[in-house]
């Protein structure tokens, strides 16, 4: 059965003059308020990032179709976006929960209702443990964790003894890989934190969890090769474990949104016969997708080979221009703190005179560097911008979403990239 979010409490936020973006009208308007008064993205300010409706609406069709095919599980990771309406999407569409990272997101997922959870880290606060034993009085509450040695065990012991519990904290063990990041670094290390989560009565060995994404930045063969050796070993380690797991389902999960396809193939070979076993993707980006890192790494992009029913960006930056201080260089009121920047720079992909106005394509220019609140935009003689006059806003495309959303309050959301209505503003939770 799907969960319905609580998200009424929403639609009757009253938007402020602290929230950036907002026209001056919205300001002392509910959210249902303000949407009801059929707003257009020509009345907000600049800096901003806009959502694509219907681009989100494709791509959350597409992942769920394309996992399903291959009898996978999706638990998208709701930190790429800590947007309850958002995970309200992914859940009507199929997917089985949600995922996070920390028990602060936990918290944020639980007082919206979240019914399906599943933390990729470990909880070892003592605080947040007695909260999470609370909430497990709720029978219909599903909680997964990761554990990756037996000192993480005993830390969660420590904390929930003398604590009534209504259900075991079901956790996973955690395979990593040497010099990765968290993880088991061997089989044999995991299998022993298999067996110590076994044998507590606190706790209960759910199945096996880890992250393949750290292991490569690319679609080399060198990544690739470290990808799939990396979950085969994790399919190994869930074989290794059959005699400790009890009756009830397990779980068997990894996938970021950069190698989930090696992710499928590497489970297929798994997945005949183990019915009890939900194989999960934890992908998170592809609700938005992305024009630059996720563009080029992704299985599921336009540009992938065979890809017929591609993720499409549904994320654009726009800014304004505020400065022309010499020939080919233009200055934008967006920087650091209102585009991401870690994973590659904004990428011009239109200009106009004013917002709302026709966008006209724009190609040559590019962002060469990035301030808090300003950006450079290099304009070639040959770029259709390059007489970009003070006041001319321009389009961006972004680079991960993870470090986009982080940046925002609020987020409005178009009909489409080629329409000026606003359809929704997408609160976040950071």
């Known amino acids: 059965m799907t969960t319905t979010l609580n998200l009424d409490e929403l639609a009757d936020e009253r938007l402020s003059a602290r929230d950036k973006g907002l026209p001056a009208r919205a300001i002392g308007l509910t959210v ?5 008064s059929d707003p257009r993205i020509g009345e907000f300010w600049t800096p901003l990032i806009a959502l694509d409706d219907e681009a989100m609406r494709s791509n959350l069709a597409v992942m769920a179709e394309w996992s399903s095919a ?12 800590m947007a309850p309406a958002l995970w309200q999407r992914q859940l009507d569409i199929g997917c089985t929960g949600i995922t996070l990272a920390t028990m602060g997101q936990v918290r ?38 990761w554990v990756d040695s037996v000192a993480t065990i005993d830390a969660m012991e420590r904390a929930l003894n003398g604590v009534e519990l209504a259900q075991k904290v079901n956790v996973l063990v955690e395979l990593g890989q040497e010099g990765g990041r968290t993880g088991a670094r061997t089989i044999d290390g995991a299998t022993d934190v298999a067996r110590r989560a076994a044998a507590s009565d606190v706790l209960r060995l759910a199945g096996v969890g880890g992250y393949e994404g750290s292991l490569g930045h690319d679609r080399s063969a060198h990544s690739m090769d470290a990808v799939r050796r990396y979950l085969e070993r994790q399919v190994e380690l869930h074989e ?38 939900h194989w999960t993707l934890r992908s998170g980006a592809y609700i938005t997708h992305d024009d630059g890192f996720y563009r080029g790494i992704s299985p599921l992009d336009e540009a992938g080979t065979d ?7 549904a994320m654009r930056g726009i800014a304004r221009v505020v400065s022309r201080p010499e020939p080919g260089l233009a200055l934008i009121d967006a920087g650091k703190r209102d585009f991401p920047f870690d994973e590659g720079l904004p990428i011009p992909r ?28 290099a304009l070639p003689k040959g770029s259709e911008a390059q007489d970009a006059a003070i006041g001319d806003v321009i ?15 609020y987020l409005p959301v178009v009909e489409s990239a080629e329409s000026d209505r606003v359809v929704d503003l997408v609160r976040t939770f950071f």
């Open 32 to 36: 249902r308020e303000f949407l009801d």
């Open 108 to 145: 944020t997922a639980r007082s919206f209702g979240l019914q399906s959870i599943m933390l990729a880290n470990s909880a070892v606060d003592a605080r947040s443990l007695r909260y999470l034993a609370a909430e497990l009085a709720d029978p219909e509450f599903r909680f997964t964790c």
């Open 395 to 409: 389009a961006l495309g972004l680079s991960h979403p993870c470090t986009a959303f982080d940046k925002w309050h």
């Open 350 to 377: 239109a200009h106009a005179a004013e917002l709302g106005q026709p966008w006209r394509p724009l190609t040559g220019a590019t962002i060469t560097a990035m301030n808090d609140q300003h950006s450079y935009l």
């Open 307 to 313: 890809v017929q029913n591609p993720l499409r960006s």
């Open 70 to 81: 291959r009898g996978l599980e999706l638990m998208p990771h709701g930190k790429t976006t």
């Open 240 to 277: 290794a474990l059959g005699e400790l797991y009890d009756d009830s389902d397990i779980m068997v999960t990894a996938g970021g949104s950069a190698y989930f396809d090696v992710v499928a193939d590497v489970y297929a070979s798994a997945m005949p016969g183990d019915e009890r076993t």
